[in-house]
């Protein structure tokens, strides 16, 4: 794809002691993703939102989660089942020390987005970049992107090999500009927020999410569910019925459009292949 310039655009989820962290990151050639941010603009216009974030949404009928049903039905459909881009979702564990390789959860955070960042350049064998996080005073972006830039694009070939492609295996990644944005501001970021955000609920509450999902539409088993499980309207119970629709409304869709993404077989949101369009990585 020489002479098409590809950006990134990133959000994390996850207060600084929970459990589960996740990194998603929105990326694609700048064409492509002008074209999906005016879309999404578009349906932020319609609903009435100025910003859509994971954590506003709450209640099934409301703006925001109908905001962020059009905004996955929208990237899974018209973009993500065609190739025009990729979503790559990073959720790790704070508890599993093999998810890192520090016990400081700052420089862990680092180390995540070197992972996936690296793993992006290399499913679109690309090599020049620009990158768009969500502004997050904790990380050293010059740190990652200095690392980044000293990373080559293609693995390490045995010796044989490099005798053959030498030239290709020397090639670095190149992440020229990068820079900070407020997610109020851009779409995509927003985006990124919301994957970023079912992947880690989804891990956090996966097997009541797939209980849920299963008693979903069924009155006598949805009853049933709610006795067992205590599953009474309060306000985190509202929150929790919101998110278990969005997810399965996406897990849906994604099976509808055959972008091999699933939810009950480890009961979160996850993906067998990681050179797929849509990527849910659990570590």
């Not at 997050?136 to 972006?141: A, D, E, K, M």
């Not at 970023?196 to 049933?224: D, I, P, T, Y």
Request: proline share 2%; net charge positive; glycine share 4%.
């Amino acid at each position: 794809m020489s002479g098409v310039l590809f950006s990134a655009y990133s959000d994390e989820s996850g207060i600084y002691d929970e459990r589960y962290q996740a990194i998603a990151v929105v990326s694609g050639s700048d064409i492509e993703l002008a074209q999906l941010r005016t879309r999404l603009e578009n349906i932020l216009s319609n609903d009435g939102l100025n910003e859509l974030k994971f954590v506003n949404i709450n209640r099934s009928k409301s703006k925001t989660t109908k905001a962020a049903r059009d905004f996955l039905k929208c990237t899974v459909r018209e973009f993500a089942s065609h190739a025009r881009l990729r979503i790559d979702v990073i959720v790790w564990d704070e508890q599993n020390s093999k998810s890192a390789k520090t016990n400081d959860r700052t420089a862990r955070l680092e180390d995540m987005y070197h992972r996936v960042l690296t793993h992006i350049g290399r499913q679109w064998k690309q090599i020049s970049w620009k990158f768009y996080p969500d502004e997050n005073s904790q990380i050293h972006w010059h740190q990652i992107v200095s690392f980044l830039n000293r990373t080559r694009v293609n693995r390490p070939q045995p010796r044989l090999l490099q005798l053959f492609e030498s030239s290709e295996l020397d090639q670095v990644f190149r992440f020229s500009n990068v820079e900070q944005l407020s997610s109020f501001d851009e779409p995509l970021i927003q985006l990124a927020d919301l994957f970023a955000g079912m992947a880690r609920f989804s891990r956090e509450e996966g097997e009541q999410c797939v209980q849920w999902l299963n008693s979903w539409g069924n009155k006598a088993q949805l009853r049933l569910f709610k006795f067992n499980f205590g599953y009474r309207e309060s306000e985190t119970n509202r929150m929790k019925r919101a998110r278990f629709e969005l997810i399965g409304k996406f897990d849906n869709i994604c099976k509808r459009y055959k972008m091999g993404v699933s939810l009950r077989t480890n009961t979160c949101l996850w993906t067998y292949y990681p050179s797929n369009p849509i990527n849910f990585w659990n570590c």
